[in-house]
């Protein structure tokens, strides 16, 4: 007689493992990790939407902060060329202005001694030195020294020698002359010409 061995489970029935799940159960597991996997798809977008948003705000005000700044540096450019502008005009008036302490700084230099000057007109004419001078020495030599120093000169280089004679009556001699630029108008001048 074959005897044989019974098996003997000691854990009691309730809890004993039950065979597998059933559908039911099957179906609520299966929802759930699909509502989950739905749900962090959902918030992961989400959460990358706004981390795009942020990005494109951030490079919208970086965007702004260049064009203003390209703004300032346009308006900073127009100023220095309108700056330089100005500097131009000024130096072109300047330059049509004469600095007459220059002017007679140089005539006082270039006078020579025993050479008197009796009558100085002078007129700036767009920056040009118009001028008109009479005046006596004491001899023809030095007249000639006179105007050729003002031939050579910054300011009276355009002069021309309208006369040149000995005064009547004088002793010693005595040379009288009148150096003048072209076109210029003094009382002397418009005297002799009404006299003739």
Known sequence: MNILPKRINLIPK???????YSVDH??????????FTVF??????????KQLQGELLSLAQKHSQ?????????????????KKAQERLVQRI???????????RELSLVTPSKTWL??????NNNGQLEVSIFGSTSS????????????????FNKMLMVSSEIANEISPDLYE?????????????LAKKGAK
Do not use: C
Not at 15 to 20: D, G, T
Not at 177 to 189: Q, R
């Open 140 to 155: 023809q030599s030095k007249m000639a020294r006179f105007y050729s120093a003002l031939e050579k000169s910054d300011h």
């Open 118 to 123: 009796t009558e100085f007109s002078a007129q």
């Open 40 to 49: 962090y798809a959902s918030y992961n977008k989400s959460h990358k939407e």
């Open 66 to 82: 260049i064009s203003n700044r390209v703004r300032e540096l346009t308006n900073v450019s127009s100023m220095n060329a309108a």
């Open 14 to 20: 309730s809890h004993r493992l039950r065979a597998p």
């Open 94 to 104: 300047i330059g049509e202005k004469l600095n007459w302490a220059d002017v007679f």
């Open 26 to 35: 099957l179906l609520i597991v299966a929802s759930l990790v699909l509502v």
């Open 177 to 189: 002359f009148h150096f003048a630029t072209p076109n210029i108008k003094t009382k002397s001048t």
